[in-house]
T-cell receptor, first 110, second 116 residues
Framework: DAKTTQPNSMESNEEEPVHLPCNHS???????IHWYRQLPSQGPEYVIH???SNVNNRMASLAIAEDRKSSTLILHRATLRDAAVYYC???????????FGKGTSLLVTP | DTAVSQTPKYLVTQMGNDKSIKCEQN?????MYWYKQDSKKFLKIMFS???????INETVPNRFSPKSPDKAHLNLHINSLELGDSAVYFC???????????????FGPGTRLTVL
């Protein structure tokens, strides 16, 4: 699997936007960029994914660099409930194995 | 309704015992997975089944054996438990056999296994 690099932790104030970066310089042309998050004491949950274009859904936005070597997960207004570990993962069109790195631990303060 | 459920939520047992963790999904998915999350929070895939057939078997000791009685269930049996098996085990399911780039996985709440 192509590797991703994320900061260990980030902090945000409630109701402010959060930009979570992910570097994936060895990404291949067929790799999709997926983001999952894991709330405390819960299983991971899907957030968003994309290939080349920026993506929006009800949870977040995904901004993908033109060269695809990095991406940013954007939470438009952080809430206390968004405090979690956020994982950036690359999966190709035929990928089976899915191993998560350490992710970014997001702390949201009131 | 819970999409992916696991039982038990907590499991405390002695070294050398044999135990099972059950997983059920009601999403109609064809593929199910088992993951292990260690104390450092790394989450690694162990097994994947598609329509009751094993399609992924990562480097996992033979003491771990998945069993899929039907495509809605994937149980994990662990023989001769060791201290190093202590971890949180997550079951997951998806509609595609392997993530196929665009598919998403749905995870269960996890089973915290403690081996004494």
């Amino acid at each position: 699997d192509a590797k991703t690099t994320q900061p260990n932790s980030m902090e945000s104030n409630e109701e402010e936007p959060v930009h979570l970066p992910c570097n994936h310089s060895t990404i291949s042309g067929t790799d999709y960029i997926h983001w999952y998050r894991q709330l405390p004491s819960q299983g991971p949950e899907y957030v968003i994914h994309g290939l080349t274009s920026n993506v929006n859904n009800r949870m977040a936005s995904l901004a993908i660099a033109e060269d695809r070597k990095s991406s940013t997960l954007i939470l438009h207004r952080a809430t206390l409930r968004d405090a979690a570990v956020y994982y950036c993962i690359l999966i190709d069109y035929s990928g089976y194995a899915l191993n998560f790195g350490k992710g970014t631990s997001l702390l949201v303060t009131p | 309704d819970t999409a992916v459920s696991q039982t038990p939520k907590y499991l405390v047992t002695q070294m050398g015992n044999d135990k099972s963790i059950k997983c059920e999904q009601n999403l109609g998915h064809d593929t199910m997975y088992w993951y292990k999350q260690d104390s450092k929070k790394f989450l690694k895939i162990m097994f994947s089944y598609n329509n009751k057939e094993l399609i992924i078997n990562e480097t996992v000791p033979n003491r771990f054996s998945p069993k899929s009685p039907d495509k809605a269930h994937l149980n994990l049996h662990i023989n001769s438990l060791e201290l190093g098996d202590s971890a949180v085990y997550f079951c997951a399911s998806s509609s595609e056999p392997g993530l196929a780039g665009t598919d998403t996985q749905y995870f269960g709440p996890g089973t915290r296994l403690t081996v004494l």
